[in-house]
C-alpha cells in the first residue's frame, strides 16, 4: 500500500515505532507518505498515537526504530531545531507561546540565523507573511491579551516564518467557532495552493471531509488505512478508527415532569484581576433536563459553575436552589460548598481540571472516592470499607481500566480519570449535576458512555448541566442550549431546532452586536 | 555644612554596603530569568569570598613581590572559579538530575557558609595568629586603589569617585545584564526559557545549555559581591560569618527590583543605606534590630504594591523553581 522511498513525496515515514517504558506501545511499524501541496487528515481516538507520531515528525520525541525521509532522502531528526533545518514545523494542541512576548517576539523565539536582532524588521516579516495567506493579527500585541484564535494564528505565523514547507497541526479546531474555524480552513487552502503539505490531526469527521485531500487513520498505534477524501463516508471512517461499527447517535428522551430545580438570576461576578467575568446571568436549570452551555472558551462557563459550587463569591444576583422533595427554596449565594452541601443540597460538580480539582492525582481510587465522604461517621478513624466498595462498583459498572483501586488517579488515562470523577459525583444522588467539558481528551467510546450515562441521570430527573465545546454534540445531547458571551446571556435556543451557525454567532454576540470586526 | 557632608558620608556608605547586594543581586537574576531560583546565593557568596582569600593569600604569602595587577587578578580569578565550581553544584543537580531547587540552595547555602568558615579558620591556623581574623593588607590595597584626582574633586569626587574599581565593575555588570535581557537575541531566549521551557525547547532553544549558562554566569557575578566584601569593603579582612545575611538581602533585592538588574542598582544602594541607617539615627541600642530589619519590610511593602498593580511584566518568571523535563507525561 505504501510507495517506495521517492522525492515524489515530501514526508515519508517508514516502520517507525515508539514506546515508552516498557508497557505503552504509542506507534508501531508506522509508514506514511505526504504528498507535496495536500492536506493530509490523521485521523484516530485519543490514545492512537497520533499526536506522538506528529511530535516524531517534529522533533519533540525521537523513534525507538524506523526511519524518516524528506523530499525522498533519509533525515535524522533529532530536535525541533533539527526539523525545522528540514523546513518542518508543528503547531501544537496546547500552544507554546511565552505570555508574556508579543506575537513577534515568539515568532522570532529560537531563531539564530547570524543576522543583527532586529524586531522591528521581523514584525515586517510578520506583517507580510500574514497579508499573504489572509491572517489578521497585531505583531506588537503581547499574547496574554489575545484570544484563542489570535495565539494560534501566531503559532501557525511562527512556522511559516521559519520557512516551513510540512506544517502540522494539532487539533486545530477544537477550541475554535465555526466562523474561526472556516477562516483557518481558508487559510489552510492558501496554503495547500501555495505548494505547503499540511497534516491535520483531528477526530472531528466532518471537519475531515471538509479540508482533506486524504485522510491516514490510525488505531492503537498502527497504521490502519490511507484513504481519498473524496472516496470515503464519516461511517467508514468511524469503523476504521474504532475497529468496530459504532452508532453516532446520542439518545436523546423528552424531559418528563421538569420542575424548576436551580434558578439564577441576575448574577455579576468580578475576577481576582479585577475583570467582570459574569454580567447580569439569568436562567433556570429544570428537573429531568439537560442545559447545554455553549461558548467560545473563557466566556465564563468555568466562573459560573464555581459560582454556582460555592466556589467563587458575588458581586450581586442569586442562586435559589429548590429541593426537590417539599419545594423549599435555598439561597445557594455566599455558602461554601461544605455548607452547601449541610444545608442538604445535592449539588454534584465535575470541574473541567478533573486533576486540579476534581481529584487528587497521587491518591488512590478509594481515597478519591473519600474526599466526597470524609465527614460521614462519628468517628476519629475512617471507614474505608464504603468508599473500597464504591471504588470497586465503579470500575465494574463504568469499565475502568486500572491495575487496581489502589492505583493512583494520575496514572490512568485521561478517560479512566474523568470516569472515576463522573461515577463518584452520580453516586452521591445528586439532584443538580454540573459538568465541565466531561468528554475533552476522551476518546470515541468513553465519550458516548459519559453521555450515556448524563442521559441516564436525566432520565432519573436529575437537573443537568453541561458545559460542551462541540456544538454537534451539544446540539444533539441538549434539550436546551444557553450561549455565553464574554460573560453576558446572548441567548438561549431549544436543542431540538437550533442550527450550529446560529449558536456559533451568537457565541461572538454581545447584546445581538457581534464582535468580530 | 555639616548636614550635607553627613548625607554623601551617608551615600558613600550605603553604594560600599550596596555593592555586594548589587553583584548578588545581579546574579540571582541572571540565574532566575532561565527559571532557577537558587536560593544557594548567600553560600556562592561565601565560596566566592573565601575562594578569592585564599588566592590573595598565597600570593601575599609567597614571598614574590607584590604588583598590583597580579594582586588584583590572583584573588579575582580564583573567587570566579570557586563560585563557578558552586554553581556547578547547583547546577547539575537541579538542571541534570532535576532535584529540588529549593532544597538544594538551601543545602548550598549551608555548605557555602561551611566552607568558607572551615577554609577561612584554616588560614588563620595557618598564620598562627592570635586573632580570630585573617588580614590580607597588601592584596586589599590594590583592591582599594582609587582614581588619583578623586580627592581634589571634594564632596564631588567623594561621592562619585572615592571607591575600589569593583564598584563601578558591579554597575557595569548589572547594565550589561539588563541591555542583555531586554535588546539581544539571547536575552530574549533566556527569558523564554524561564518564562515556559517548553515553549523555548519547541522553538529549538537548547533550555538545559541556558539555565547552565545563566546558573553558572550569575553563580559568578555574585561570587564577586562575595570578594568586594572582603578586600575592598572590610580592608581585605577575613573573620567569620562577618559576610553576614547580605546573601539573603540580595535574594530580596531580586523581588524589590522586580527582576531587572537596572532597578537593582538603585535597590541595593537603598538596601545598603538602609542596612546602615542605625549609624547615623540616636536609637537605642534595644531598637536596633528594628532598624536592620528595615530593608525586609521594604521588601515586603513591594511585594504588597506589585501584587495591587497586578501588572503581567512585574511578576516573577513563570517556571521559576521547576525543573524541566522533556519527555514527561
Redesign the interface.
Known sequence: MSETVNEKYALQLRKVTKA?GSKVIANKDVDLDVRYGEVLAILGENGSGKTTLMNMI?G??HPDSGEIYVNGEKASIN???DA?RYRIG?V?QHF??????TAT??I?????DGTK?NLAKAEEEVKKISEKYGFILNPQK?I?EMSVSEKQTVEII?VLYRGADILILDEPTAVLTPQETEKLFDVIRNMRNDGKSILIITHKLHEVLAISDRVTVLRKGEHIATVNTAQTSENELTEMMVGKRVSLNIGRSDPKDAQDRLVVSGINLTSP??VKVLKDISFTAKSGEILGIAGIAGSGQRELLEAIAGLRTLDSGNILYIKPSDSEKVELRSKTPLQIRELGVRLSFVPEDRLGMGLVGNMDIIDNMMLRSYKKGKSVFVDRQPPKQLAEEIINSLEVVTPSAQTPVRRLSGGNVQKVLVGREIASAPSVLMVAYPVRGLDINSSYTIYNLLNKQKENGVAVIYVGEDLDVLLELCDRILVLCSGTVSGVLDGRTAKKEEIGLLMTKVNGVSENE | MAIIEQIVELIVRAIMQGTPLLFGSTGEILTEKSGNLNLGIPGIMYIGAISGVIGGFFYQNSGAKIITVLAIIIPLLSSLLGSLIASLIYGFLTITLRANQNVTGLALTTFGVGIGNFFGGSLIKITNSDTPYLALSKISAAYRTTLPFANKLGLFGQLFFSYGFMVYLAVIIALIVSFVLKRTRVGLQLRSVGESPATADAAGVNVNRYKYFATCIGGMIAGLGGLYYILDYSKGIWANDAFGDRGWLAIAIVIFAIWRPNVSILGSYLFGGLYILFNYVSVSMNLLPLMQMLPYVVTIIVLVIVSMRKKRENQPPASLGTNYFREER
Do not use: R, W
Request: charged content about 25%; glycine content about 6%; cysteine-free.
Open positions: 515508552f517534529a519533540i520525541y530536535s525541533p531545531k525545522f508543528m501544537h507554546k507561546l511565552v505570555d508574556l512576548f517576539e515568539n522570532i523565539l529560537g531563531i539564530n536582532y503581547k496574554y511562527k484581576d479585577g
